[in-house]
């Protein structure tokens, strides 16, 4: 082993109008809808970072992402990367300025490709996150805008080799295809990502189980990450056994 | 009273949250005279070797800082604040930094197998014993790295290291002048611990260098 760096465990958080969507509800624990506790309770259970999604539509709401984005940088300290809304500088500028270390671009990016390179001369690759929504259409994997509702054409690989040339300094892969069903990581599809591209992958869409983490990891050594988002809120998996359970299995995991 | 140098580089949200978290007043300041004042330094900074080395010569601070560090007044680098504190650095050309620790910054040899930057978490081996800044944490504890280019200095100045295909330097200390590759900041509950044992350290803590 060249490096003990951990891979890390990523819970994202879907924030509409300043509350958590859906909340957690754990064993003996209050349902949680604040972002700033859950992001401390997280924190506090092993979390590597954080992902803030911002799922407001109205610029009120806008408001109130970034009040609570503020007060939860400001109580947490692990990376903490923000998405949703993000099409221009002007965006990264807005949530960096509330704590926010990295910022995650999606459809911005192929709305305005150029806000890559932009950010990325601005404030440095290892802040700026390529974000990709991927499914197959006749056998290829093929970039989706707007939450997957979208076919663009674009090739996922020669989208993400072309973002990663721009600047983008880490790329979270959602299979919209295994993402909700619970049966595993793609991991054919992150196979394909993480053998074209040299940037740190966060896999992301289809954790069920422990195990699904497990085979992720062991199967693809170049996927640095895992994203889940409900299985961590539902209390389905528990991070410190999830991490227990990848240090047994010799992954290099931060307990 | 924690003086943080602003010369105009990276966002200092984190850092004076967690110094506030901590229950230390911290104030940014690119006055001389605070910065005379202040009990401890903290010299932060991201980006760029080159623009940084530059915004700092340029602010006019840098005599303020040095005379502080040779009067004993504790002063700790981070990230790329801890690379400005060397003689010189590599990144993109030489540049000259403040040679308050001997030694250069160089990139990481790059190896196919791993990615740069270093970013993630990643594991702290003490050296030379352990030093005061450890003081609440233990050996092997994790923190988060986010770097391209790594300090090369004597075995002496280091005391910790971590492992990314090869060693690497991850925090130094000369006397009272100390930095920190990684973002304790960033690094939990053991980051916080580290800029707790920081801000306990005050003028005369150190034999005058």
């Known amino acids: ?255 | 009273m924690t003086a943080i140098i602003n010369y105009g580089v990276g966002n200092l949200f984190s850092l004076v949250s967690s110094l506030e978290k901590i229950g230390n007043d911290a104030i940014i300041t690119s006055d001389i005279s605070e910065i005379e004042n202040a009990d401890r330094i903290i010299l932060p900074g991201v980006g760029a070797f080159e623009d940084a080395a530059k915004k700092l010569f340029e602010s006019g601070l840098v005599p303020a800082v040095k005379k502080a560090a040779q009067n004993g007044m504790p002063i700790l680098g981070i990230c790329l604040g801890m690379q400005l504190l060397f003689d010189y650095s590599l990144e993109y050309g030489r540049h000259e930094g403040l040679s308050m620790i001997p030694g250069k910054i160089l990139p990481i040899p790059t190896d196919k197998s791993l990615k740069i930057p270093h970013m993630g978490w990643n594991v702290l081996n003490f050296q030379n014993g352990k030093h005061p800044l450890f003081k609440y944490i233990n050996d092997k504890d994790y923190v988060y790295f986010v770097h391209s280019f790594y300090a090369e200095c004597d075995d002496k100045n280091i005391i910790a290291k971590t492992e990314y295909g090869k060693e690497l330097t991850a925090a130094v200390a000369r006397e009272n002048v100390m930095g920190c590759q990684f973002h304790p900041e960033k690094s939990s509950e053991c980051g916080l611990s580290i800029l707790r044992a920081f801000c306990e350290m005050k003028k005369g803590d150190f034999a005058q260098c």
Request: proline fraction near 3%; hydrophobic fraction near 40%; charged fraction near 25%.
């Open chain 1, 1 to 255: 082993m060249i490096t003990k760096l951990a891979k890390r465990i990523i819970p994202c958080l879907d924030v509409k109008d300043g509350c958590v969507v859906k909340g957690v509800n754990f064993d003996g624990l209050q349902k949680i809808t604040s972002p700033v506790g859950l992001a401390e309770f997280y924190s506090k259970s092993g979390a590597d970072e954080l992902v803030f999604y911002d799922i407001t539509a109205s610029s009120d709401g806008r408001k109130l992402f970034t009040d609570i984005l503020t007060e939860t940088a400001k109580n947490v300290f692990i990376p903490l990367t923000v998405g949703g809304g993000i099409n221009a500088v002007s965006d990264f500028d807005r949530v960096l300025k509330c704590g926010a270390d990295k910022v995650s671009v999606n459809s911005g990016a192929i709305k305005n490709p150029d806000i890559i390179k932009e950010a990325a001369r601005l404030y440095g690759d290892q802040c700026v996150v390529l974000s990709v929504d991927i499914k197959r259409q006749n056998g290829k994997f093929t970039v989706f805008a707007n939450g997957g509702r979208i076919n663009t054409g674009l090739d996922a690989v020669e989208w993400i080799k072309r973002c990663v040339n721009d600047g983008a300094g880490e790329v979270v892969v959602n299979s919209i295809d295994t993402d909700g069903v619970k049966g595993g990581f793609d991991i054919e599809m992150l196979k394909a990502v993480s053998d074209a591209v040299d940037v740190p992958i966060i896999a992301s869409g289809g954790a069920g189980k422990i195990d699904d983490f497990i085979k992720l990891f062991k199967a693809l050594p170049k996927v640095d990450a895992g994203l889940a988002a409900s299985v961590f809120h539902f209390g389905e998996i528990e991070i410190q056994k999830l991490k227990a359970e990848m240090q047994k299995n010799g992954i290099p995991t931060r307990l």
